[in-house]
């Protein structure tokens, strides 16, 4: 229970933040934004209940596909976005889509459409579904350096933020 | 006082507790409520964080899940543990550093893009809801095993108490209740765990217990459960089944999955300095190496002990966990050899992938069931793939609270 | 000592650490294992000591090796941290 109540806030504050506050609704005040934050925690628990009583998969397959994309989309953005300074939006969003389009449709070939064909014999490199957030992972790497090298250089305020965070 | 009685004190008083935390650390600013004001010292960051770990798939079902792999196991131990190096060494420092609020702050921003923002909260949501569905629905199974209600009424119980932490009290009370959590936790996980260890080793310490003799023998556990194991004609316990390349990507994906989800990022958005992230994520690790350390040494004893308290033991004298289950039809055995005794071996057991039953009782009073028994076998003994997780705690003793 | 020394050194320790970290986890705990089973520890195999227990110490230390190394190479370059930035 743990768990949820941190996956709950992290939906809620990025829903709140992200996409109102710093996207759509940018002119309302902090204690809008609260109540937006406790609104959006309060849905979230609703669907997240529902998705309780009627569950789509077995828990773990579910949880598996959870750190599969995790490590094919925001970790490469994340380790890109301090450790290189060349790296352009254009190559992050390609990135991320790539791992996430390949992840996704690997898992859900496997686990939920195509179940039978589930076995060593049928993966790719005879990688199963619960590895293939590695895979996706490279992916997203390649596509984001390729793509990044081959578009426009980010603004200078970008490398003076990078050279900021890495001091400490 | 009877069992159910004490469950019920226990649940109570920990909802209580935590509720009452919330309250007194409700949020009043978005500071508060996104990253509890960035004061949390990082010893109660690295409890909190290990709490925040220990869900339902990786605390008492881990144990489970690995005494059922053997040595493939470990791809879930360093897996899950692996990812917390990278999160101090190559992410957290900066992340805390850049001083937002969330995951898709930091990219939207480094990116100089709305688009890279919005990717990142698709994939962050996409991440979290699949995440979450698993836990509401452990949550459930674990209320209406302990309280016996409905699945459904075990989900509604947890939404509420969620709600009240979650929505009053922000990142500031979810901190607060899992260093709560985390004590509670931990001690329950790891004073059966050395009680079974003195049982079967004579070693009070776990994890040297794992590698230690049998009581009144010379022979070292992980040998005798080689043999057992090879014996009852599965592949021996220390060895891998599943090929290298495939362990080496599920590993893989499990620490870099760990360092790439959104959750576990945020918690080190808490504490009030950059050094103080890298020290958090140490802690964190410690506080989760205790239980990830103790979880294999606990599969491997529970493992021993299935296997002998089962083994050609007659129906009528087996164990009470064989027969709950078994009621509630994740348990089936069906005496095919009709000598009374459970013969569990490797196999399937009979034709088709679940038990169907029949109303009747057969001879020993276990439940029939309408499947045809497989002849190439000798396997008596129908075990659901999630029964390893669930029932583990029967089958080692543990109290089974411990989930909530 | 300059920022940017600061980041080389940084860069430096990180590729010591995670070579450390890739070795004790996917080196013995997956690729050597089964060569190291035959060595043993107790009543250990090597190879599934550090699958199941070795590589998680190995971990833990890494980080507080880190969190040391860190605390020194800031000393050296003069900065103090403020809070709640």
Same mark, same amino acid.
């Given at each position: ?168 | ?131 979450? %569905?698993?836990?509401?629905? !452990?949550?459930?199974? #674990? *209320?209406?095993? $302990? &309280? ?128 103080? %992230?890298?020290?958090?994520? !140490?802690?964190?690790? #410690? *506080?989760?190496? $205790? &239980? ?113 | ?85």
């Amino acid at each position: 229970m743990s768990t949820a109540a941190g996956l709950l806030l992290v939906i809620s504050s990025s829903i709140s933040h992200d996409l109102l506050k710093k996207t759509f609704m940018p002119k309302i005040n902090e204690r809008q934004e609260l109540f937006y934050a406790r609104c959006s925690a309060a849905v979230a628990i609703i669907v997240a209940g529902l998705f309780g009583i009627y569950p789509p998969a077995f828990v773990a397959q579910v949880v598996a596909f959870a750190f599969g994309l995790a490590a094919s989309t925001i970790f490469p953005a994340l380790f890109l976005g301090i450790f290189s300074k060349r790296l352009n939006k254009e190559g992050a969003i390609a990135g991320m889509l790539a791992g996430l389009i390949f992840t996704a449709s690997y898992i859900i070939y496997f686990k939920f459409l195509f179940s039978e064909l589930d076995s060593s014999s049928y993966w790719l490199l005879g990688i199963s579904p619960e590895g293939i957030g590695f895979l996706g992972m490279i992916i997203n790497f390649l596509t984001a350096i390729v793509i990044s090298s081959a578009s426009s250089k980010p603004p200078i305020e970008v490398g003076k933020m990078v050279d900021k965070i890495r001091l400490p | 006082m009877s069992s159910q009685l004490l469950t019920y004190i226990f649940v109570g008083l920990s909802f209580a507790t935590y509720i009452a935390i919330a309250i007194w650390s409700r949020a009043s600013s978005t500071n508060e409520f996104y990253v509890a004001g960035k004061g949390v010292n990082p010893i109660a960051n690295g409890m909190a964080t290990a709490a925040d770990w220990m869900s339902a798939a990786s605390f008492i079902s881990m144990a489970g899940l690995i005494s059922f792999l053997g040595k493939d196991g470990a791809v879930y131990l360093m897996g899950w543990t692996g990812g917390y190096v990278l999160l101090a060494l190559l992410l957290a420092p900066y992340l805390r550093k850049f001083g937002q609020y969330t995951v898709p702050d930091f990219i939207g921003t480094r990116y100089y893009s709305k688009t890279a923002r919005l990717v990142a909260v698709l994939c962050l949501i996409f991440i979290s809801f699949t995440y979450v %569905a698993g836990q509401m629905r !452990g949550v459930g199974i #674990v *209320f209406s095993r $302990f &309280l016996e209600v409905e699945i459904q009424v075990g989900v509604i119980i947890g939404m509420i108490v969620v709600f009240f932490y979650a929505v009053l009290g922000g990142m500031k009370g979810i901190t607060y209740t899992q260093v709560a959590q985390y004590c509670v936790m931990i001690f329950a996980y790891l004073v059966p765990a050395i009680f079974i260890s003195i049982l079967i080793t004579g070693n009070p310490i776990p994890q040297l217990g794992f590698g230690d003799t049998l009581v009144n023998s010379s022979t070292y556990l992980l040998d005798k459960l080689d043999q057992l194991s090879i014996d009852l004609g599965f592949s021996a316990y220390t060895e891998n089944t599943k090929s290298n390349i495939d362990i080496f990507c599920i590993t893989a994906a499990l620490m870099f999955g760990t360092a790439g989800l959104p959750h576990v990022i945020v918690r080190f958005f808490t504490v009030p300095r950059v050094s103080d %992230a890298r020290k958090s994520a !140490g802690y964190a690790l #410690v *506080f989760i190496a $205790f &239980l990830y350390t103790t979880a294999p040494a606990v599969a491997a004893f529970s493992r021993v002990n299935f296997i002998e308290s089962i083994q050609e033991k007659s129906y009528l004298d087996s164990p009470d966990w064989f027969k709950n289950w078994e009621n509630i039809g994740l348990i089936a055995w069906q005496d095919k050899n009709d000598d009374g005794l459970i013969n569990y071996s490797a196999g399937k057991p009979f034709e088709g992938s679940r038990p169907i039953f029949s109303d009747e009782f057969g001879s020993q009073g276990q439940r029939e069931i309408k499947n045809l028994p497989t002849l190439d076998n000798s396997n008596e003994v129908y075990i659901d793939r999630d029964i390893m997780v669930l029932a583990n705690p029967e089958i080692a003793k543990l109290p089974a609270w411990l989930w909530l | 000592m300059s920022s940017q020394d600061y980041w080389k050194a940084n860069l430096k320790l990180l590729s010591v650490l995670l070579f450390v970290w890739f070795i004790i986890s996917f080196g013995f705990g997956i690729i050597f294992s089964e060569f190291l089973d035959q060595f043993s520890l107790g009543g250990f195999k090597l190879g599934f000591w550090f699958a199941q227990q070795g590589s998680i110490y190995g971990f833990v230390i890494l980080i507080f090796v880190y969190v040391i190394a860190m605390h020194f190479l800031e000393k050296k370059i003069g900065i103090k941290e403020e809070e709640n930035e």
